[in-house]
């Protein structure tokens, strides 16, 4: 194996805390085989390591890659980037798009939200720049998250926002604008098939039809748009394309008394809906606009004594129109297309008795809904070298001030519908339904909160020749008090680590969090969650040189841990009992009332936290003189203590709520893998790279408490969280015969052409007790992601597709249930059962009343939800020096991309992450970025 010389870095600043942890300054003239690249920082628990130290489960990305993911909402940016994060879309309405996300899957029926840090303090990081991201983190194991302690067993997200350097200043400026579009939209049947089939399901009941021939017609023709309408709703509230804008300038430099990085993103994201008063007055189309401003400074006050000041603020003003995106979304979905006119002749808004959520309406005639969020982050970090005391100790000491605020600013009203009709003269009769209110105007405090953080660490940093030993101590405490309660959340404790590396070639590390909750009783509030872990570089090992000259680096690494999670649900101290007014009696001959009081569920003095077991195993590679990296993680989880109420055990007739008890464990296993080969640009051609990731985890409910079931297959014991039950459908029911022949469903009457389920228990009745387990969980157990690039001559070419497998999707509602609650009917309807289409059918015959025999949770109703999407694609053209260095710019680029371009999946009639409401958006953008 080749060798060349290293210089171990002599100053590793510990980004979470801003400890300058100071190392002596060697260079091993026997042992230089460490590729560059792996003596790079990483971020970790409160510090960073080099990569080759690293023995925990860690998965990182870098800001400049997420730069390339134009989304306004940053974490959308992480779709399928990280092994062993699962993101998962909510939905695509501007400012209220970001997605949630989980560390592994599922490993909890409680509580599952991981914990996301900004520079070593909790705080959400949804709305950050993209272009004030260093690096996004992601722990995994116990290794990496015990020094969270009673908070760590989510797994955390560290945010690293940019810094200073020591160098002249550099500007960068950049803009970029586009065009977003739904990526995909349901689909419904128009007003001829609608009233076509809607007589079919009343001639299938028995009744007289709704629809004459001449209304079919009429339909059909289109001629008569007010007493026969064919309203798409989508296309009546909704417009083709909306623009998006983002802006961006930052400034970084310094020299070595002090460093700085100055940023200012300006982001406007517009929604969808047409013909609303751009001045906000009467009406409002979905806006989000945001200002993001940052100030990162270093200072080296004296030769021991360094600071920091951060100062972060965002400015978010959201515009939408008076009726909430979830109301007008589903009235979208639910009307059919000719219940009534848009608007009448005299241009008042259609409606009827049944109908009176007309969705123009709603966007046009509701007023203006506005929120105003402003959020100030204040941190300061001292940091002082005790080289006098021992050479490479570091003390430290950090405060920040956490606090955002929502404001509303509300002038909405009301509107009246009118439905059309015909009197024996001909003449058109208006019916009134509500009616035109004044605008009300409400400016209110909606919501706030602040969290104030303290830090207090000791770091120390040395090497021993061929020893190396790190190691930090810290104290910690968080206090989050939220508008309207008077008693904050509150966490406090102690963490550490030791590091010990041998020869580079053997780690070892032993973590510790000693943390404590308020939510829990006193005197049992704390406890002690250790790891430890280890890392051995064969790569180093003499007998793998110099016969292994094709691999760079080789390491095996192992943890076990224990952590915690403090999310155990239910009401804030569960030690307590509660009492409420309850109903009272009439005491005396003058029947005086006395209130009454009613005893809560009783109260658990014994409560606390859920504790996760976990071992990790994992292995690193680096071939081909860094052409090929590999990265290989299998784990084995074990969550207990999960909270459960003992419903199996304890019978009801006691007379009180029982209380939710530390008795319920879930096992949760699965491996990460990540492989890519990179090709660097040369005389000879482009340079390329290949990345490709996969993640796998899936959990099995071990215990849960849960009430006594007559039959196994019941059971959510021994099942996946979230696990989906219902009907197995077995076909339609041919005729009267088949019917007599069949086991007795008691849902409701069945028919010829209803939907047959089968006997699970065999006593010849089809119940809630035929429910079994189906299809798989939404939390998908599969994440898959392919990272391609290419360079060539100036132009970049980069794309990311993003997959999933092993999800399902429950269809239901107007979406494909045809005239449920008066809804219109989807495209699959036509495939309806008839006695002539019976063979063929693939929709069961139709009805107009409802039919708890059909519409059940089954998987008839349930599809596959895996799906391929192209998240990202970008082409880029990077103007040669020559050019820009005569308009003095060092770096001058343009650029197209797209978001969301396509999608391959198996539901098709909706977006497979997105079934119902405001849909995930497709962008096409251009953009120009400038350094000088």
């Given amino acids: 194996m080749n060798h060349f010389r290293y210089k171990q870095l002599t100053a590793c600043i510990l980004t979470g805390m801003g400890i300058l942890a100071a190392g002596s300054l060697r260079a091993d003239a026997a042992r230089d085989t460490i590729p560059a690249s792996l003596d790079t920082l990483q971020s ?36 399928g980037r990280l092994p062993g994060l699962t993101v998962m879309q909510g939905n695509g309405e501007p400012g209220y798009d970001a997605p949630s996300m989980l560390v592994r899957g599922i490993s909890s029926y409680r509580g599952t939200r991981l914990l996301t840090f900004v520079d070593g303090f909790e705080s959400p990081f949804d709305q950050f720049a993209a272009d004030e991201i260093a690096s996004i983190t992601v722990l995994k194991d116990a290794a990496a998250t015990a020094m969270y302690g009673i908070r760590g067993a989510n797994g955390v997200l560290l945010v690293t926002t940019k810094r200073g350097f020591v160098g002249k200043p550099r500007i960068a400026f950049s803009a970029q604008t586009g065009w977003q579009s739904p990526l995909r939209l349901p689909d419904f049947l128009g007003a001829y098939d609608y009233a076509r089939l809607y007589n079919e399901a009343l001639q299938q009941e028995g009744r007289a039809p709704r629809y004459s021939q001449a209304d079919l017609d009429a339909y059909r023709a289109g001629n008569d748009p007010y007493f026969h309408p064919n309203v798409n709703w989508y296309d009546e509230v909704l417009k083709k394309t909306a623009p998006t804008a983002n802006y961006n300038l930052n400034i970084r430099g310094g020299n070595n008394n002090a460093r ?14 047409k013909n609303t008063d751009p001045e906000k007055e009467e009406s409002a189309n979905a806006s989000f606009l945001r200002y993001n401003f940052r100030s990162n400074v270093d200072i080296n006050v004296t030769r021991r004594l360094s600071a920091s000041l951060d ?30 006119p848009v608007r009448n002749p005299d241009e008042s808004y259609g409606g009827t008795s049944v109908y009176r959520n007309n969705p123009v309406g709603l966007v046009l005639g509701t007023g203006v809904a506005s929120t105003h969020d402003r959020s100030l982050q204040a941190t300061m970090r001292l940091n002082y070298r005790l080289d006098q005391l021992a050479e490479g100790l570091v003390a430290s000491a950090a405060v920040s001030f956490n606090n955002w605020f929502r404001g509303n600013d509300d002038k909405t009203k009301e509107f009246a519908v009118f439905q059309l009709s015909r009197n024996t003269a001909g003449d058109t009769v208006y019916t009134k339904f509500g009616d035109n209110t004044p605008v009300a105007v409400n400016d209110w405090q909606n919501d706030q909160w602040r969290r104030t953080n303290a830090l207090l660490s000791l770091a120390y940093d040395r090497s021993f020749g061929q020893q190396e030993v790190n190691a930090l101590l810290q ?5 989050y008090t939220i508008s309207g309660n008077n008693v904050p959340y509150a966490h406090q404790g102690i963490a550490g680590r030791v590091t010990y590396a041998y020869k580079r070639k053997y780690i070892g590390e032993f973590t510790f969090g000693y943390s404590g909750s308020e939510n829990f009783p006193k005197g049992s509030r704390f406890g002690f969650f250790p790891a430890l872990s280890a890392g051995w570089v064969l790569s180093e090992e003499s007998f793998l040189q110099p016969q292994a000259a094709w691999l760079d680096f080789l390491k095996l690494r192992a943890s076990w841990g224990l952590t915690g999670n403090d999310q155990v649900g239910g009401r804030r101290f569960p030690y307590n009992q509660y009492y409420s007014g309850g109903a009272g009696y009439y005491f005396g001959t003058d029947n005086h009332a006395a209130s009454g009081i009613d005893e809560g569920s009783l ?37 207990y203590d999960i909270l459960a109420e003992r419903n199996s055990s304890v019978p009801g007739y006691i007379g009180v709520g029982l209380p939710a008890e530390n008795v319920g464990s879930v096992r949760n296993r699965g491996l990460e893998l990540q492989l890519g080969y990179r090709r660097p640009a040369g005389k000879r051609g482009p340079g390329y790279f290949v990345e490709a990731s996969a993640a796998y985890a899936r959990n099995k409910i071990l215990y849960m408490a849960e009430v006594q079931q007559p039959y196994a297959y019941l059971n959510r014991t021994g099942q996946r969280v979230n696990q989906p039950f219902g009907l197995q459908a077995i076909g339609f029911f041919r005729n009267e015969a088949d019917i007599a022949a069949s086991p007795q469903q008691v849902f409701a009457p069945v028919r010829p052409g209803d939907i047959k389920y089968k006997d699970q228990n065999g006593d010849n009745i089809i119940d809630i007790y035929d429910e079994v387990a189906i299809g798989h969980p939404f939390v998908p157990e599969w994440t898959f992601g392919l990272h391609l690039g290419l360079q060539y001559k100036g132009f970049d070419l980069d794309a990311f597709f993003q997959g999933v497998a092993n999800r399902s999707v429950m269809l239901q509602g107007p979406l494909v249930w045809a005239f449920v609650n008066n809804a219109g009917a989807p495209p699959m309807a ?67 991309n797209a978001v969301n371009l396509f999608t391959l999946d198996h539901v098709k009639i909706a977006d497979p992450e997105v079934l119902y409401g405001y849909p995930v958006m497709r962008s096409v953008n251009a953009g120009l970025r400038l350094e000088l």
Avoid at 260 to 273: C, D, E, S
Avoid at 475 to 479: H, M
Avoid at 847 to 854: I, K
Avoid at 874 to 883: H, V
């Fill in 44 to 79: 970790v628990a409160y510090a960073e390591q080099p990569r080759w130290k690293t023995t925990a489960a860690i998965a990182g990305i870098s800001g400049e890659e997420l730069r390339r993911s134009s989304v306004p909402t940053l974490s959308n940016a992480l779709f």
């Fill in 260 to 273: 700085y990085f100055v940023l200012l993103n300006v982001l406007k994201n517009t929604g969808l809906y």
């Fill in 311 to 340: 100062l972060a603020g965002r400015v978010e003003d959201r515009t939408y129109p008076g009726t909430d995106a979830p109301t007008l979304w589903y009235n979208m979905m639910l009307i059919p297309p000719n219940a009534f």
């Fill in 475 to 479: 104290y910690q405490q968080d206090v």
């Fill in 603 to 639: 109260a658990n003095p014994g409560i606390t936290w859920e504790t996760s077991r976990r071992l990790n195993a994992g292995l690193d590679a680096v071939l081909l003189r860094n052409r090929i990296t590999f990265t290989l993680d299998v784990f084995d989880e074990k969550r």
């Fill in 830 to 896: 036509q495939g309806r059962w008839t006695p002539e289409t019976a063979a063929t059918a693939t929709y069961p015959r139709l009805t107009t009343a409802p039919n708890d025999n059909n519409y059940r949770s089954a998987d008839f109703w349930q599809r596959d939800g895996s799906f391929i999407k192209l998240r990202n694609i970008e082409l880029g053209y990077t103007l040669p020096l020559s050019l820009t260095r005569l308009v003095k710019l060092d770096h001058a680029r343009v650029y197209v």
